[in-house]
């Protein structure tokens, strides 16, 4: 296995005797091949060439422009258990003299305002972290310190990916000072296929510099130690599957006469009636075992009742868990572009223009939209009391209702569809009249 990311204990902790100082003088060894991970030159994968010639959601006179061109800090979407997910690549950092690392912090400090009200995963790429780029202690202790509460509270899980040593002895050094709760969250991933228990893979913007080095580290391991592959099942779905399966199939699997999907059925007319005055609807996670043990009975053909379970926040993230595991999203792959380009006008234009869009949905997607909107319409209405505006629920849906085909999630893409969603949402009234 190459050592290109591992501690020289001997010779760098010369000197100083104190845990803080020897620790800060932890250096790795330099990797001769170093160079930015960008499209030309170490970027290979039509995924990666495709995310970075997106080039950065930010004009560039903005302030963080020249931060966010890195795309060291994407949202990918939601995790399997409904929370966002924001990702940080340590091989995407420039040499330390070529990037304000207090700057970087205000970035990801402004990227996660807009979902921290939410339950939230960070997962964060430690492979391509080198001498000439990385972040001094003091930084990572400032970075503790500044996250106030609200940012902590929400984070439900932080994963490392390929931990090296120094990350395991920088986070040991840390101990004393992160709070038992926060530690609790904190969890190592040795292998890019560990992550799909988390999220699936395919709509991560993963560097192909970490790609090519978990593969680099599966060739090392013993045929019988090395992890299944990440590539998704292609077998047939079962007889009652509801979950990862074409509208058009669950028309024949408890659909109503309209064509609306079992799982829509159950989780929002519960949530109709349960769900419009509660706090942050959509914005929390459910326990994990309980979202799987739904999706099993759902797939399995046994009856699921929200009414008896009684837990709001667990029919929110299956609602969220089904419209993100359709083969095609709701809004449909044929859409993608013209969601993307979609430029909001005045209200008489946009309606025009989305009715116009709308139309080329088959009929079962546009009954399904048709009936999540009005139903969102209602949650909007309730806002004073449940904080969950058009634009909150844009936030939550966007993601939900659109995705590309052959590309992963980038905050490129996700601000448009978000926007698509919000001003669909405004003009529900005018797409979908009672």
């Not at 199939?249 to 159950?266: E, N, S, T």
């Not at 969220?320 to 044929?334: H, W």
């Not at 004073?384 to 052959?406: C, H, R, S, Y």
Request: charged letters at 20%; hydrophobic letters at 40%; glycine letters at 4%.
């Amino acid at each position: 296995m190459s050592s290109d990311l591992l501690v020289d204990l001997h010779d760098e902790l010369g000197g100083d005797d104190s845990p803080s100082a020897a620790l800060d003088q932890l250096k790795l060894v330099t990797d001769k091949q170093w160079s930015q991970d960008n499209p030309v030159t170490i970027s290979k994968s039509a995924t990666d060439i495709k995310s970075l010639s997106a080039g950065t959601h930010l004009a560039w006179d903005d302030p963080f422009y020249d931060i966010a061109r890195h795309q060291i800090v994407e949202v990918a979407g939601d995790d399997n258990f409904g929370r966002k997910v924001i990702i940080f690549s340590a091989c995407r950092m420039p040499p330390s003299h070529q990037l304000d690392h207090h700057k970087l912090l205000l970035y990801l400090k402004q990227t996660l305002d807009t979902y921290v009200e939410s339950d939230y995963t960070l997962i964060y790429f430690h492979h391509g972290m080198t001498s000439e780029n990385k972040l001094s202690l003091s930084w990572l202790r400032d970075a503790y310190r500044e996250f106030e509460r609200k940012y902590k509270k929400n984070i439900k899980a932080f994963y490392i990916v390929h931990p090296t040593l120094l990350i395991r002895t920088v986070l040991i050094f840390f101990k004393p000072f992160i709070s038992f709760k926060f530690g609790r969250k904190l969890h190592y991933v040795n292998y890019l296929s560990e992550l799909e228990e988390i999220v699936k893979c395919d709509q991560l913007v993963i560097p192909s510099r970490v790609r090519a080095y978990d593969d680099k580290i599966l060739q090392n391991l013993k045929p019988s130690v090395v992890p299944g592959p990440i590539s998704p099942s292609h077998s047939p779905p079962l007889p009652f599957q509801q979950f990862g399966v074409p509208l058009s199939v669950l028309r024949d699997r408890g659909a109503d006469a309209d064509g609306i999907p079992l799982v829509m059925q159950d989780t929002i007319n519960f949530l109709k009636e349960h769900g419009l005055q509660t706090e942050g609807i959509f914005r929390r996670s459910a326990n994990v075992g309980q979202v799987k043990d739904i999706q099993i009975k759902y797939n399995s053909g046994e009856p699921v009742n929200f009414f008896e379970i009684g837990d709001v926040h667990l029919a929110a993230v299956i609602l969220k868990k089904f419209l993100r595991e359709l083969p095609e999203p709701l809004l449909t792959f044929k859409l993608y572009n013209d969601v993307v380009n979609f430029q909001s006008g005045d209200g008489t234009s946009s309606a025009v223009t989305i009715r116009n869009m709308l139309m080329s949905l088959p009929s079962q997607n546009y009954a399904a939209l048709r009936f999540l909107i009005q139903f969102l319409a209602q949650v909007s209405a309730e806002s004073e009391i449940n904080k969950m505006t058009n634009p909150n629920l844009a936030v939550v849906f966007g993601p939900n209702l659109l995705w590309a085909q052959d590309a992963a999630m980038t905050l490129s893409s996700i601000g448009p569809i978000n926007n698509f969603t919000r001003v669909l949402l405004d003009l529900n009234g005018e797409m979908f009249p009672q």
